[in-house]
Nanobody
Framework: QVQLVESGGGLVQAGGSLRLSCAAS????????MGWFRQAPGKDREFVGA????????YYAVSVKGRFTISRDNAENTVYLQMNSLKPEDTAVYYC??????????????WGQGTQVTVSS
């Protein structure tokens, strides 16, 4: 069992940066791939990026590639989402998730409660 808690969301102007954190509790955190997803009002939840459990391989949605960076600290049971050059269309609730990895939400077993990110123009 893994419990996930996101933090770091807030209001930022376009072009600004935010770093989201996802703190995990429970053993075996390091054995899970970690993903970030987001959901804007009236839209489906969409994949943002993920990081593997072993070598730290990362992959991203096209819409955020080059602007967002995922990292993890297995010793601290924490995964991060660094978001730079933010755009108004990045406004959403951001969720971290733990599971097998990949871009499909069905591949993740555990989810955080989400943190709101709002980017003003």
């Amino acid at each position: 069992q893994v419990q996930l808690v996101e933090s770091g969301g807030g209001l930022v102007q376009a072009g600004g940066s935010l770093r989201l954190s996802c703190a995990a509790s429970g053993r075996t955190f390091s054995m899970y791939a970690m993903g970030w997803f987001r959901q804007a009002p009236g839209k489906d939840r969409e994949f943002v990026g993920a990081i593997s459990w072993n070598y730290g391989s990362t992959y991203y949605a096209v819409s955020v590639k080059g602007r967002f960076t995922i990292s993890r600290d297995n010793a601290e049971n924490t995964v991060y989402l660094q978001m730079n050059s933010l755009k108004p269309e990045d406004t959403a609730v951001y969720y971290c998730a733990a599971g097998r990895g990949g871009s499909s939400s069905s591949s993740y077993e555990y989810w955080g409660q989400g943190t709101q990110v709002t980017v003003s123009s």
